[in-house]
């Protein structure tokens, strides 16, 4: 009951917004209607093309404005943007360095808006608190030299949580691995734990809880002490746990790379316990979507082994894969009501049927250039914002 009164809040405070990684709920759905499949020979119109730096950051868009961020001549940008004319508002650019590894580097995380205020995180630790109309600073910290912080290998990519007027955020500490600020002020009201930190965002179970997926494995906390409540083991080669974990009722599906596969966990029990486990899919970083008790998501590693990924439909209640097809590298997946919408890592943008029998495909078309491009798609108010990792942002009209 606490959590559907705490769902109906974020829909009644948000409305028909995206306000941060992942949407309201962080599950990567749009209950938006309008989304336009019957293409036939007809491409979407491009309503407006930016260029915003290097990077992953995905777009975020309130009151009319789209906002990311991306990295260019040693310097992340955040972008406030216009949302149907692609004009410029505002910028806030800050020094950082590119940090490739292994892959192009720039901006990780996707930035949060809550009542007005906008949180920027970067992958180094600097972290701000800006007016979200007009991009003026409220208060900064630095997750490495004010709490101790341990960046990931990667750096910090998980995006803040805001839960009423509490900030969360993950710094790996051994001396505090989550802490929570007041989110108007950016004072500490609490810090616990000692895991190093993953790549996921904090986000909120069926129970009102916070949930963790570190380095450790998906851990969940209260939210007025931040006590740990339960905790469930689930270690990755690296500490690359990436993919946002996706709610089953109280059960909670989480998944990995590097060969240690999935497992649905219920949390339920006072010790969780794995329901089923499977090495047959391994989401490395994108989540999955969730249509009934069937699950889609796209299966593989980055690397040498990104041409054997595969989107994939799975029944949640035991793990069984029901179809795959392959075309889509390591790309991502929304859901749009009953369509799922895969962009590619070489930039071709899917729709497809969410359908547990067989892959049905509804449209195609190349909207973006390059490759390792891994941000997910944003649906919202009939516009589909897109971006590649060398920070192309395309916002086509979708909506019919």
């Known amino acids: 009951m606490k959590f559907l009164l705490f769902f109906l809040f974020l829909t009644q405070a948000y409305g028909n917004t995206w306000p941060n990684f992942g949407g309201p709920l962080r599950n990567q759905i749009s209950d938006e209607k309008g989304l336009k499949t019957n293409w036939e020979e007809e491409e979407p119109k491009r309503l407006w093309e930016l260029n915003i730096g290097l990077g992953y950051s995905s777009i975020i868009e309130v009151g009319g404005f789209a906002y990311t961020q991306g990295h260019s001549e040693g310097r992340n940008t955040l972008y406030c943007i216009d949302a149907l004319t692609g004009k410029e508002i505002w910028q806030h650019s800050y020094p950082c360095e590119k940090a490739p590894k292994f892959f192009d580097g720039g901006s990780r995380a996707t930035p949060t808006i809550a009542n007005g205020i906008l949180y920027l995180g970067s992958h180094e630790g600097d972290f701000y608190a800006l007016d979200a109309k007009s991009g003026q600073i409220l208060w900064t910290k630095n997750l490495v030299k004010d709490f101790d912080g341990r960046r990931p290998m ?11 007027s509490k900030l969360i955020l993950e710094t790996g500490s051994a001396s505090g691995s989550l802490v929570c600020l007041d989110a108007q002020k950016g004072d500490l009201i609490w810090r616990v734990g000692g895991n190093e930190a993953g790549y996921a965002s904090p986000m909120l179970n069926s129970k009102n809880e916070i949930l963790i997926f570190n380095e450790f494995g998906i851990v969940s906390h209260e939210i007025l002490t931040g006590k740990v409540i339960k905790s469930y083991q689930h270690k990755t080669r690296y500490g690359i746990n990436a993919a946002q974990p996706m709610l089953y009722g109280d059960r909670i599906l989480i998944s990995s790379a590097y060969g240690k596969g999935a497992a649905l966990v219920d949390f339920t029990k006072r010790v969780p316990t794995a329901i089923w486990e499977s090495e047959s899919f391994s989401c490395q970083m994108a989540s999955l979507v969730k249509k009934g008790q069937y699950g889609f998501g796209i299966h593989g590693q980055a690397g040498g082994r990104s041409a054997q990924s595969k989107l994939f439909c799975i029944d ?23 369509t799922l919408v895969i962009l590619s890592d070489r930039g071709e943008l899917c729709l497809a049927e969410a359908n547990n029998r067989q892959f049905i495909e509804l449209a195609r078309f190349q909207v973006l250039s390059g490759k390792n491009n891994w941000t997910p798609p944003t649906y919202l108010n009939g516009k589909m914002h897109c971006r590649n990792s060398k920070g192309n942002w395309v916002c086509l009209k979708m909506g019919e």
Do not use: I, M, N
């Open 154 to 164: 990667w750096g910090y990519s998980g995006s803040p949580l805001v839960v009423e």
């Open 316 to 338: 949640l209640a035991t793990g069984k894969e029901k179809w795959s097809e392959k075309g889509f590298g390591l790309g991502t997946v929304l859901l749009v009501r009953d």
